[in-house]
């Protein structure tokens, strides 16, 4: 138990440089557009592309890897993720690009999924849920650090040199889960399949798409909306992806103590808030704006992820399925918002991100209706336990 923390740490190192790979596109669109030879609308597909790896890769991935040893798992597939890196640092052409950006996705679901778990089996149960927040800590500093520290690199030295560190953070994690992270036995394999055969899953995963993929609408193309039509430099893009990333630090505070309290009606009250805060983004883009959309748009991510886990009997399929379900949300919103502003400009992100958004909210008000609400009560049950 005496290297628990230095082999956390090295899940947290992989982790942050996932998280970072995934969100710093956003900010450096418009360099990337201009060197790839594409409008930055059209480079918004390396967001969309890189999510739909993860929609795909985290169920198929999952289940490819769910018998072999933890360790060995994490190893091979932070191989996929530093090999995408490296080829997006290297691409010549939007094609190159695009293909190492799904290729680094695929390990996404997985490893994060798989990374809980050894987190979990390396500590005494009463420190589980602490162990995987150690993990998490490594995704939640990349919005605050790995973003801004990124976007910076890529317009001062080049995007390219941006791909290049996130692949060498890729390497120190995988040394340092190498040497760090103890043999772990996979579990024996109790997936049930059966689980996706039920109507509140399914509702349960379409709030969350249609939610998160909301944020992901306008923020895609954050880079523009803040330069061009909210007036600040590119210069000032690093430090206000800092106070997002703030944002979204404290918005995955207070929405995991909400959900404990009342799941949904904290899901209800989220999207309806995000549909609002969305229309006002869209009509005065600011830090203001910017840094409360950050609070909303994380506070919906436990709420989400709780939910999924609920109606899917907490399996590690139903993980996966709940990461797929953030990232098909990130790609048709990344995808529609670049259509939308292709026609009407960026402003109108906003608009589409709170079409989503509302759609959401749609779907969450039929979920709290129908009559089986077990989990919920389930839920609700060992928060009052706790």
Known sequence: MTRTGPA???????????????????????????????????????????????????????????????????????VLFVAGNVTSALAQGFGVMLAGRVLAALCHGAFLGVGSLAAADMVGEAKRARAIAG???????????GVPTGTF??????????????????????AGI????????????????????????????????????????????????MTDLAGYAPGDLSWLLVVFGVGLVLGNWLGARAADWRLMTTILVLLTALTVLLLVFATWPSVVTLFALGVVA????????????????????????????FNLGNASGAYLAGLAATADGYRV?????????????????????????QADRDHDAAALAS
């Open 8 to 78: 956390l740490a090295a899940l947290a190192v992989s982790a942050f440089a996932i998280g970072t790979t995934e969100f710093v596109i956003a900010g450096l669109l418009p360099e990337l557009a201009g060197d790839l030879g594409v409008s930055i609308p059209g480079a918004g597909l390396l967001v969309s592309g890189y999510a739909l790896g993860v929609v795909v890769g985290a169920p198929v991935v999952t289940l490819a890897v769910r018998k072999w040893p933890k360790k060995t798992a994490l190893l091979a597939l932070l």
């Open 135 to 145: 993990m998490f800590t490594g995704l939640t500093l990349s919005t605050v650090v």
């Open 153 to 174: 690199i890529g317009q001062h030295w080049g995007w390219r040199v941006t791909f290049a560190a996130v692949a060498a953070l890729g390497v120190v994690g995988m």
């Open 178 to 225: 190498a040497a760090l992270v103890p043999t772990l036995p996979s579990r024996p394999s109790s997936e049930d399949t059966g689980v996706f055969k039920r109507p509140q899953l399914w509702l349960a995963l379409a709030m969350t798409a249609l939610g998160f993929g909301a944020v992901y609408a306008p923020y895609t193309f954050i880079a523009p909306i």
């Open 298 to 325: 994380f506070a919906t991510v436990p709420a989400f992820t709780s939910r999924v886990f609920a109606t899917g009997g907490g399996t590690t399929l139903a993980s996966s399925a709940a990461v797929a379900a």
């Open 349 to 373: 992100t906003g608009w589409v991100g709170a079409a989503m958004a509302l759609g959401g909210l749609g779907v969450a008000v039929v979920s709290a209706a129908l009559p089986n609400r």
